[in-house]
């Protein structure tokens, strides 16, 4: 079955840096449009970056731009998303988000259980 893990999350002071990574499985990976949002409580999920299957075209929340770096390994069927320079309103839970339109039109959209990051000031 299909399947979103996250990992790399945890607590971190403002500054410093964390690389979540999303294992995927139970899918062609390469063909799926894969981003990371984030959401904290009282708000809606958030989309921090996105990333074309090849990798070629990337797209950051206006926040983030300068900070993250969105990546993806198509032979390692993973996902990643290097934070840099943290800082306290980056806290949040991130989830890996897979995403692709059927030549039918169908939409396939799947997410991870999300992993939670705590920026200490």
């Known amino acids: 079955q299909v399947q979103l893990v996250e990992s790399g999350g945890g607590l971190v002071q403002a500054g410093g840096s964390l690389r979540l990574s999303c294992a995927a499985s139970?899918?062609?990976?390469?063909?799926?449009?894969m981003s990371w949002y984030r959401q904290t409580p009282g708000k809606e999920r958030e989309l921090v970056a996105g990333?074309?299957?090849?990798?070629?075209?990337?797209n950051y929340l206006d926040s983030v731009k300068g900070r993250f770096t969105i990546s993806r390994d198509n032979r390692k069927n993973t996902l990643y998303l290097q934070m840099n320079n943290l800082k306290p309103e980056d806290t949040a839970v991130y989830y890996c988000?897979?995403?692709?339109?059927?030549?039918?039109?169908?939409?396939?959209?799947?997410w991870g259980q999300g992993t939670r990051v705590t920026v200490s000031s």
């Open positions: 139970g899918f062609t990976f390469s063909s799926y449009v």
């Open positions: 988000n897979a995403n692709r339109k059927g030549t039918t039109g169908r939409i396939y959209d799947y």
């Open positions: 990333i074309t299957s090849t990798g070629g075209i990337t």
